[in-house]
């Protein structure tokens, strides 16, 4: 969709994780690592909320953006 500025804008139908993505393939387990299984994907993707994963990958990305300023050296 464009507006009258000529700014595109995206409209989705519905939004998904890539978790969600990845179990709607019809052969999903011949996409995995061979060591990994969808029972254990399963268990880890219900360990946590979307939004509590959310936050601390941002905590993360904190820290890691902090790191850089720090490792100048004269």
């Known amino acids: ?26 052969d999903m387990a011949r996409h995995l690592k061979a060591d990994l299984t969808v029972e254990e994907l399963n268990r880890k993707a219900g360990t946590a909320s979307d939004t509590a994963v959310a936050r601390r990958m941002q905590q993360e990305k904190q820290k890691l953006f902090a790191s850089f300023g720090r490792r100048r050296s004269a």
Request: no cysteine; glycine share 4%.
């Open 1 to 26: 969709m464009t507006n009258a500025k000529g700014k595109q804008r995206r409209i989705y139908r519905w939004y998904a994780t890539p978790w969600e993505i990845l179990r709607q393939l019809p």
